[in-house]
């Protein structure tokens, strides 16, 4: 129960992962350093890399934990994570028509985001669960509550983004989890089903975002305005970039969101297709790192825990990438190590203490 | 469920073959790196294939143009005083851009602003409406802010997006009304002239008189600021500035003081008085009454206060010198003495004895003057202006005759100034009778007084009257001497233009001045007389022919003279509607104009009793 990090388990640490999570960080912190955010200035960068400090507190602790003695943990978790969403309803603090936070002294939490890894290790724990071997129909329907209630307390915040952020997180447990593959292609079948009950159910700007997606020039000055400007940061970036001093779209404030959700827009426009190629390498080395801890796990419980932790931070980053570059419709999801925000800092390394904890204890 | 998920070996049923778990992880694995490669892909396409086309739109995106307009091109007169001026002015202008996009919000600024300044809101949104939503180009919404206004939208302007006040040259003139026909008013161009596609919304054109004329010169180039702003429009960096071209100045032939000095004169009557110089054909001034407020015309006018003038009874817009005709009376009598001694038909002797009636069948024609003049020449005729010598004078000469010294004195055709809207006024033509052409006397009778179908312009008779001052050269008259751009110099000249010779004997030419001197110095004319100033000149009363039982104060009152009479340097005629007897009204007007122009420039104290 004590977490001691003994010798062995130091030995393991996978020191590739890290460096490339520290590379992303760095490239936040310069690209939030560009902007003149709110009447702080550059004070955002400051802020940001006291939350990767604490954060990376945060990630030996996870790491410094036995997974398996987490995943026990899960449902205490799923409770308590559920809990803190019904708070926001109570006591949160609307910003820009959303109910997401809640302001705990100096900082403003968003529960939303620290639930995604409740989450998973609660659906963990249900699947390795011995009652839910083989993993059929049955089981499954036992989930359905457990995934429906949080994804409504989510979407009525509303967090879509977040959201919809759980269901391909779900399916790379179930793909995971060995769950027979006719029996996830017909579920499939039945949530494309669904989509037409969903659309009724979406607000009316979510709609507006997704008929956006399908055709930008709609509405230039009103929901596409996002989605445009983002375009042309990053297509006017081209080769090489404008570089710092040449990126107007951003530092002219353009761009909206520019230091949260649409940061990558900002990156692309500075450093060109060659800087983003340089970002998006470092996230496919932690990617291809948190797998290869995955197919290299020693038992079904770790390779789940770093299949869901990799398909978590995954998911993210091409949500993300894909809303900026006008591939998919606008959600709200920031981009993990990169956008400015605490919360997002700190389950993003939570996740990376995930995988480091599986790859520490593949070997004992 | 009791122990929960105990972690352990793999046992059955989970992922019994370990391979199988490890291929689905590189299943999913393979699908990341896909979807990677898609958005590399993606990158690729808007940055390498598509990065110029956007590079251009951020361009766009950042960069604002503020046009600054060209201060308009200044008119002076002949001494090289501004007839009109330019001052800064402070107008609303509404940047589309700008403004909230939706349209609650946004009728909400524009509500606003209307409360503000106390502006129909109709009007804004109006204006708004007419262009995309998505422009950067200023609306100029209404010209002539006050300082107070201006005031209050700045005080608000937090609240005001895309609403600004822009610093814009106008108009000023030396009074309300100054020069109003001759200078014409600059609004902004209509949609007709938008139409033409030489303007853009909200350029200022000169829209009558010389402004319309010579809107080219006077327009100037419009410069512009090209200034980088950020995403709330805030200017942040002047990137590129063109400096506004003036237009070009204008040196007229008018005279500022005559102008001035003519206008004061009409105060309070409607008509027209034209000044000329007889050695050049100069309009030295130009003068219609009622004038219209140019002041307000030039700038925003409301929609009342336009149409008050427009549907005003007195027709202010009209301008009387070149635009009303009216039979010139007996200043027609000149025409027929003139064309009577040249053709032989009527002799300085001929002496008759003037009853007051003259009856020709079974009509009967009167003298103005009740019992008539008695026994008068040729010369005691014209200076008394007796009808009844020229009711037999006319029918001697005969209308052939008449009519074409009429013409040659270029009556009855426009002078060709550089006005819009001339009228040609009207010579009666010879009846076909029987394939022959014959003249009823009844109409000659009338002809010879100035009555009947004649109709003249206040400058036809200018011109005339500088013909018979000068010995017969017709001018074509001028009102621009020339046109300068600032840094090219001369860019336009007009050298004056003779447009026609009356031929006349020179003892004819004596005669005439003679007698109109005495028309001043001792005949119907001397109302006009100034000691000091040998003044010739005639006077005429034109009857309204529309009007047949109207009474005397129906009756147009004219003056024409020139002065000094034996070395004319001036052509001053008056015209005053409906004024009654031209010796009576108009020659005292001519009479304070010519003392204006002759005396009152060496020293304001020669007002003599007349």
Not at chain 2, 38 to 60: C, P
Request: with cysteine.
């Amino acid at each position: 129960m004590i977490p001691i990090i003994d010798r062995r388990l130091l030995q393991n640490v996978d020191w590739t992962l890290l460096v490339a999570a520290l590379g992303v960080i760095g490239l936040s912190a310069t690209t939030l350093a560009t902007l003149n955010v709110g009447r702080t200035g550059g004070g955002i960068v400051a802020r940001q890399l006291l939350w990767v400090a604490v954060s990376a507190l945060a990630l030996v602790l996870v790491a410094s934990l036995d997974y398996r003695r987490l995943v026990r943990l899960g449902p205490a978790l799923y409770v308590a994570g559920l809990a803190g969403l019904a708070l926001v309803f109570a006591f949160g603090r609307s910003v820009s028509g959303a109910r997401r936070w809640i302001v705990l002294g100096p900082v403003s939490v968003q529960p939303s985001e620290l639930f995604k890894l409740c989450f998973l290790l609660m659906v963990i724990w249900l699947l390795v669960a011995r009652w839910a071997q083989p993993a059929t129909l049955g089981v499954l329907l036992v989930l359905a509550p457990i995934i429906a209630v949080p994804f409504v307390l989510i979407v009525k915040q509303p967090d879509l983004g977040t959201a919809l952020l759980l269901c391909p997180l779900l399916v790379a447990l179930l793909v995971g989890a060995g769950v027979r593959l006719r029996l996830l292609a017909w579920m499939s079948a039945a949530g494309v089903a669904a989509l037409p009950l969903a659309w009724v159910a979406l607000k009316e700007y979510q709609r507006e975002r997704i008929m956006v997606y399908l055709d930008p020039v709609r509405d230039p000055l009103g929901s596409a305005y996002n989605v445009i400007q983002a375009k042309i940061a990053i297509g006017s970036g081209q080769l090489l970039g404008k570089g710092v001093a040449g990126a107007t779209q951003s530092r002219l404030a353009f761009l909206p969101e520019r230091h949260t959700d649409f940061i990558f827009a900002v990156f692309a426009e500075t450093w060109g297709f060659v800087g983003c190629l340089v970002l998006l390498a470092c996230y496919a080395l932690m990617l291809l790192r948190g797998f290869d801890i995955a197919a290299t796990a020693r038992e079904p419980v770790g390779r789940l825990v770093a299949l869901g932790a990799t398909c978590l931070l995954a998911s993210q980053i091409l949500i993300n990438v894909g809303m900026v570059t006008g591939l998919l419709p606008v959600v709200g999801i920031p981009l993990p190590f990169m956008s400015y925000g605490g919360s997002s800092m700190l389950v993003s390394m939570m996740t990376l203490g995930l995988m480091l904890s599986v790859r520490m204890r593949q070997f004992q | 469920m009791r122990r929960g998920a105990a972690p352990g070996p793999a046992r059955p049923g989970l992922l019994h073959r370990r391979d199988s778990g490890k291929q689905r992880v590189m299943a999913i694995a393979a699908v990341c790196l896909g979807a990677f490669l898609v958005i590399i892909g993606q990158l690729w396409y808007l940055q390498v294939l598509e990065g110029g086309h956007f590079l251009d739109a951020s361009d766009k995106n950042r960069i604002r143009i503020r046009p600054i307009a060209a201060p308009r091109g200044i008119l002076f007169d002949r001494h090289g005083v501004p007839l009109v001026d330019n001052r800064p002015a402070f107008t609303l202008s509404l940047i589309p851009r700008e403004m909230p996009r939706e349209p609650e919000r946004r009728e909400a600024v524009l509500g606003r602003v209307a409360a503000l300044l106390r502006i129909p809101f109709e009007e804004l949104a109006e204006s708004i409406a007419k262009v995309s939503a998505d422009s950067f180009q200023p609306v100029r919404v209404r010209r002539g802010l006050t300082l107070e206004d201006t005031a209050k939208i700045e005080e608000w302007k937090i609240e005001l997006p895309g609403v600004i006040v822009e610093v814009e040259p106008q108009r000023t003139y030396p009074s309300s009304r100054f020069a109003a026909h001759l200078l014409g008013y600059v609004r902004e161009a209509n949609d007709e002239q938008l139409k033409q596609g030489r303007y853009r919304r909200g350029d200022m054109v000169g829209q009558s008189g010389l402004e319309r004329l010579l809107d080219e010169f006077l327009r100037g180039r419009d410069g512009g600021e090209r200034i980088e702003v950020d995403a709330l429009g805030r200017p942040v960096r002047l990137v590129q500035q063109s400096e506004p071209h003036p237009g070009a100045e204008v040196v007229t032939t008018v005279d500022r003081r005559i102008q001035e000095a003519a206008e004061a004169a009409m105060q309070g009557r409607a008509g027209a008085v034209v000044a000329m110089d007889p050695r050049s054909g100069d309009i030295l001034a130009i003068v219609s009454t009622p004038a219209f407020e140019i002041d307000r015309f030039t700038g925003t006018i409301d929609r009342a206060a336009w149409l008050r003038v427009v549907q005003d009874p007195d027709r202010p817009l009209l301008n009387r010198a070149i635009q009303s005709q009216y039979a010139p009376g007996s200043i027609f009598k000149i025409v027929v003495t003139a064309a009577g001694l040249q053709e032989g038909t009527l002799a300085p002797m001929d002496r008759i004895e003037c009853t007051g009636e003259f009856r020709l069948g079974a009509w009967s024609f009167k003298d103005w003057k009740a019992g008539g003049h008695g026994p008068v020449d040729l010369h005691r005729a014209l200076a008394d202006s007796c009808n009844i010598y020229y009711y037999q004078a006319g029918l001697r000469i005969g209308g052939a005759a008449i009519t074409k010294y009429a013409r040659a004195f270029g009556l009855g055709e426009a002078t060709g100034i550089d006005l819009a809207g001339e009228k040609a006024g009207l010579i009666p033509r010879a009846k076909a009778r029987r394939g022959r052409e014959a003249w009823p006397a009844g109409e000659v009778v009338n002809m010879s007084i100035g009555q009947g179908q004649l109709l003249v312009t206040p400058l036809q008779v200018a011109r005339f009257m500088a013909a018979v001052a000068n010995g017969g050269v017709l001018w074509k008259p001028r009102l621009v001497q020339r046109i300068e751009r600032p840094g090219q110099g001369v860019v336009w000249s007009d050298p004056g233009k003779v447009v026609g010779h009356v031929q006349l004997a020179p003892i004819v030419w004596a005669f005439l001045r003679q007698s109109l001197t005495a028309v001043v110095n001792d005949g119907t004319g001397v109302g006009a007389r100034i000691p000091g100033l040998e003044i010739a000149g005639k006077t005429g009363t034109a009857q309204m022919i529309a009007h047949s039982r109207a009474d005397k104060g129906q009756d147009h009152a004219w003056f024409a003279a020139f002065a000094p009479a034996h070395d004319p340097e001036v052509v001053v005629v008056v015209l005053v509607e409906r004024g009654g007897k031209g010796g009576q009204v108009a020659a005292p007007i001519a009479r304070k104009i010519l003392n204006a122009i002759f005396f009152e420039k060496v020293a304001s104290v020669v007002e003599l009793p007349g």
